[in-house]
Every structure is written in C-alpha cells, then in structure tokens.
C-alpha cells in the first residue's frame, strides 16, 4: 500500500480506536529511511466537525515538531497531511523495543536509570503546557543502540480525533485519553495536571519492579490507596518510598513537578540500605544525557570502570551512603575477593591510609599531640603578658564623654587617671554595673504592612496578552520573584480560578490552562474576559488609527469557539463563513459600526476575507 503517494507501507505496527499505525518506507528519500505513519480518523465526518478538528491536527502537529526538534527522547516529526477525510503524522521510526515487551522483572538499578532518564523529558513537556496523558510501558521504547527511553504516542493528537459538537453547538471532547490502571483518577475526570503523568510513571516502574500490571493489584478498602509493596520485597525500602509517593490517589500526597521526584529519586543510593543485591546491566546500557535533555540531572563524581560483562556478578553492597552513579557500577567480583584473600600482603592497589602499621599511626598521634600542648603553652604565656585596659572608669565622674561637651572646650584635657578613657562616638557611654542599661530608642518605622493576599474565587475565561513578549511566564506564587516554571504565549485561553486583592505588585490572576497546568500571572497581562463587550468609545465616527493596529494577529475565543466572520461591519450583516478561535489573520482595513465598536476587515490563510468585532480579535 502506497500512502500520499510516496510511503509504502511495509508492515502495520497497531490499530486502535482511532485509526491505525504502519511502519513505511519514504520512497522519495534516497536513503528510503523508515518512518511511522500514524492515520487517524475522526468520530464524525460532518463538515462543521471536521473543520474544527482539522485546525486543531495543525496545531497539535506543530507542537510534536517543536517537541521532536529540541529532544532526543521524543521522536521528530518529518510531516503530516489529510487525505480522504482522514489525518496521517509521519513520525521517526525508533528502532527497539518497548518496555512492555521487555522480560520483566527488570533489576533494580536498570528500573532507577529508566525512571531517572523520562523524568528530564516529562520537565521538559510539563514547562511547555503539554501533558502526555497515557505514559506507560507500551509508549516507552528503548533504543535499540544505547537503550535510552523514548516517549511516544502522546495523547492530544488522539484527543482532537474525539471532537463532537456539545448542546450549545460548541465544540468539545467526547472522549478521555488515557489506559485504565495506568491513569489517575483527575486524568479519568477530564482534568489532567502535570502529576497525572508522574501518576503512571510510578506505576509504570511498579510494573518493571515485580511484573504486576496495576490492574492486579489491590487497594486498601479505607484510603483508597493502592497496595503493591508485598510484590516488591525484593527493593530497597527508598525506591519504594519515592514510587509510593508518586501513586497516592490525590495529587496533593504526590510529586507536584518532574524535578521533585528526580530530586528524591538522586537520593535513593545515597540511603545506608537503600539498595538491594542486584545484577548489572552492562556498562553502555545508559550512557549519561546530555545536559540539553537532561536539564534537571544533578551532576555526579565520575565512576570507575565497569568490568567486562562476564565478570559482572551481583553486587556486594555496603551500609555507606554513595551516589547513584557509584552505585550502579561499582561491582565486587568473585575472582576479586579470593585475589585479595590469598595475596594479603600485596598492598600495591591498595590506597595510602591502608598501608599505614600501627607503628607509624603511634608516631603520629604522639607528634600531632606533642605540638597541640607547646601551642597551648605559648598562647597562654602570650595572654599573661597583655594589659587590658577596660572600656570604661570604675566611676562615672572619670569619664569623658565625647559629643557636645568637648565640642565647647577645645582645650579641655583627658583626666591624668589611666584608667579614665575617652569615648570618641557620638552613642551613649557604656554604663557601670550601678546603672541601668540604656538602650538607644529605634526609630518608629511609619510604613504600613502590606495587606495580607487573599485569594477570591472566581472562574471565567480571560486571554493573556503582553504585546511585544513571546512568552508570558506563569509563576508559582502571585509575585514577580517567585518561580516560573511555565510559560503561556499571546493569545492563550485560559480560566482565570481566583485573584487576590491589590497588593505591593498589584493584582495577580490565578489561571488555567486546557492542559491542567495552573499558575499566576499579573494582571497587566489578562487582557478581558472572554464574552464581555467592551464599554463603546465615543462615537466621533472614526475608527482606531490603522497604523497603531499590528498587520497580522489572530481571532480571541475560548478554545475551538466559532468566531462569526460577516460581509459587513455590523452584527446585522450575514456571516458566510467563521473562523476559530486562534485563527492567525491579517488586517487589511477597519471602520467604526452603527454601535460604536470598531469592526476589522481581515483575511484568512485560506483567502477568505470578512468582518471581525474589536473584541473578537486579538490587539495590543
């Protein structure tokens, strides 16, 4: 079979409820490479419905490309099409296999490197909005050369094929994505966070630690929670600690961001009994990443060799903290022991404090003792020698105190008394122990506290804008110096879930994105809200200066809503044709409507041209 006339298809690698996958050949490559072609088709074929899902295949297909092109974990997209009402991604085709099909149990240290190699990625996609939303063992491919993870089959494209018309005539998903036993229950409501897919990267590890998918396992009849370290005796009580943490049921118990759990996950070899005797893999099975795909990998001592593969044996391991790297390859082989058993006095390899006999530690401890008493001698000989002069006369009369008075008398002398001193600041003279302490009196600071921020619920939609910016950045906290590890662009529709009270950095809107990821951004940014109509200017007849307005912007609506696009610049012309919300247009003219709303003339990609109203089209 020949797809677009130009992949053949050499064999099918899936079929679901979607559409299919196949494995093909580009044969207008020279190279003929290999390439997945993954075909799609939506649930509907009505023209409204296929419309809107076309426009959002685009945007998904540009997000894989941006993924595939900035990490090597994530397979590049070479191209898509539609063809026949049916949607076609030709992807890299990743030689190996997935970790479903991989013989399990895995060791434990082979599962650590797994874990800790896809929590980089999963950062990576969590800062850019995106949620992988169905991360187990079948979407996990280990290259087939260094046996490094790779993500596959996100779920959004899959997603979009679901899209149906609600009772208000919006568009809508009518599916979640998602495979049961793998998916955490906010994800199963249609509410997807960024811990939904640390979620099922724990359960994906459970899996690779004891063979039991979570569908076998049982939950605990009072949390909830599910019950699966009887399965797991075999791992060291810290993995089980982290991968516990990651499968709590409510996401507040769990890892809020990839960087946490990477960060507990950096300190499970680092516990005294934190690993369990295991067999190595071999040295080149995890080749560490690059500090571009592995942003958050905390940097470690280098390890010594590896042995060859038939002299790696289990592990002996020690009560003694080390690092994670250390622990997956330092190695004591059996061949080791019985040369250090049967040549004891060979002290060559040994290091220098091995060598030492108790002869020579004698020796030392009585020189470095030796030294300490002549030392302490000397400084008390030296303390002994020193006059100290107090810092103030037994009487009060003896002393002089600088400031105004010497400021008078020029002439005036010190008393002869030695033990009179002059204090040369300008603060108060230290007093006798007759007299109460005096303290000077801090100034009174006028500045008002802060108010405290409160947070008022709301929920309604609102667009970010920041003309001139390409990014919005998404803070942690309603403040400038808090942490930012998101960002939105122009244009974003978000619900905006609460605000907080004018404070010192003014008023911060708490928002949410389609994908679950939530934050703060300031209220200079939210530019209205959406289905609210501007207050009209004064009708003076003229339209906003052509030349303020950018040439080329885009429709404002909540996600995936028809924007009516009319022949006139008036609600009561007709509307041949609508655009979506996120439409990219250009302006070519405006005018002021009968109603005093300013109307624009745009022109899509596609050539159609009409009216849009002020509010309905994104501006500075």
């Not at 939506?42 to 809107?52: L, M, R």
């Not at 540009?62 to 994530?74: F, K, M, P, R, T």
């Not at 099975?285 to 042995?307: D, G, M």
Request: proline share 10%.
């Amino acid at each position: 079979m020949l797809i677009n006339n130009r992949y053949q298809v050499i064999r099918p690698l899936g079929e679901g409820g979607f559409g299919h996958a196949y494995l093909a050949e580009d044969t207008q490559m020279p190279s003929r490479r290999k390439c997945v072609i993954k075909q799609l088709k939506p649930i509907t074929t009505s023209p409204e419905i296929y419309q809107v899902v076309q426009d959002r295949f685009q945007r998904e297909a540009a997000i894989l490309e941006q993924l595939g092109e900035n990490h090597s974990q994530i397979p590049r997209l070479y191209a898509y099409f539609s063809e026949a009402q049916k949607f076609y991604l030709v992807q890299e085709w990743i030689e190996g296999e997935t970790l479903e099909d991989t013989s399990v149990p895995l060791p434990e240290s082979t599962v650590i490197n797994i874990v800790d190699s896809l929590l980089p990625v999963l950062a990576f996609i969590h800062n850019r909005g995106i949620i992988h939303r169905d991360l187990k063992p079948e979407n996990i491919i280990l290259r087939s050369d260094t046996k490094q993870p790779v993500l596959i089959d996100f779920g959004a494209v899959r997603e979009t094929m679901g899209t149906v018309m609600n009772s208000q005539n919006h568009p809508t998903s009518s599916i979640v994505i998602g495979t049961p036993g793998y998916m955490s229950a906010e994800q199963a409501a249609g509410r997807p966070i960024p811990s939904s897919d640390l979620y099922s990267l724990g359960l994906t590890a459970i899996y690779l630690l004891t063979g039991q998918v979570p569908q076998s396992l049982q939950s605990n009849p009072q949390t909830g929670e599910l019950v699966w370290q009887h399965a797991a005796e075999h791992v060291s009580p810290a993995l089980r600690g982290v991968l516990d943490r990651a499968v709590q049921s409510h996401p507040r118990d769990r890892y809020t961001t990839a960087p946490e759990m990477l960060h507990a996950l950096s300190t499970v070899s680092a516990s005294p009994n934190s690993l369990s005797p295991t067999i190595l893999p071999p040295a080149d099975a995890f080749p560490p990443q690059s500090p571009a795909s592995a942003p958050y990998s905390a940097s470690a001592p280098a390890s010594p060799p590896v042995p060859a593969e038939s002299e790696l044996q289990t592990m002996a391991v020690a009560a003694t903290p080390a690092t994670h790297q250390q622990s997956a390859n330092t190695v004591v082989t059996g061949n080791s022991i019985n040369s250090l058993l049967s040549n004891p006095a060979d002290n060559s390899s040994r290091p220098w404090f091995r060598k030492l006999t108790p002869l020579t530690i004698g020796l030392a401890v009585i020189w470095i003792g030796g030294g300490a008493i002549a030392l302490g001698m000397y400084i008390s000989q030296r303390s002994t020698d020193t006059s100290i002069q107090p810092a103030v006369s037994s009487s009060r009369s003896e002393s002089t105190i600088t400031s105004q008075d010497s400021a008078q008398d020029p002439d005036a002398q010190a008393p002869d008394d030695e033990d009179a001193q002059t204090i040369t600041d300008e603060t108060q003279a230290v007093p006798t122990d007759d007299e109460p302490v005096s303290k000077p009196v801090p100034p009174v600071d006028d500045t008002p506290e802060p108010p405290p921020l409160i947070e008022i619920p709301m929920q309604e939609p609102v667009v970010l804008s920041a003309p001139g910016q390409q990014q919005i950045d998404i803070h942690s906290q309603p403040s400038f110096a808090s942490a930012a590890p998101s960002y939105g662009v122009n244009g974003d529709f978000v619900i905006a879930t609460a605000r907080t009270e004018p404070g010192p950095e003014g008023v911060w809107f708490k928002v949410r994105f389609d994908s679950g990821v939530e934050g703060w951004v300031p209220e200079t940014v939210v530019r209205s809200r959406i289905g609210e109509k501007p207050a009209p200017p004064v009708d003076d007849g003229q339209p906003r200066d052509i030349d303020t307005v950018p040439k080329y912007t885009e429709l404002l609506g909540s996600n995936g809503e028809r924007i009516n696009v009319r022949s006139g610049p008036s609600t009561s012309a007709d509307s041949p044709h609508y655009g979506i919300a996120g439409d990219p247009v250009q302006i070519l003219g405006n005018a002021r409507g009968p109603q005093g709303y300013d109307w624009y003339r745009v022109v899509f990609e596609s050539g159609a041209e009409g009216w849009v109203r002020e509010d309905l089209i994104l501006l500075p």
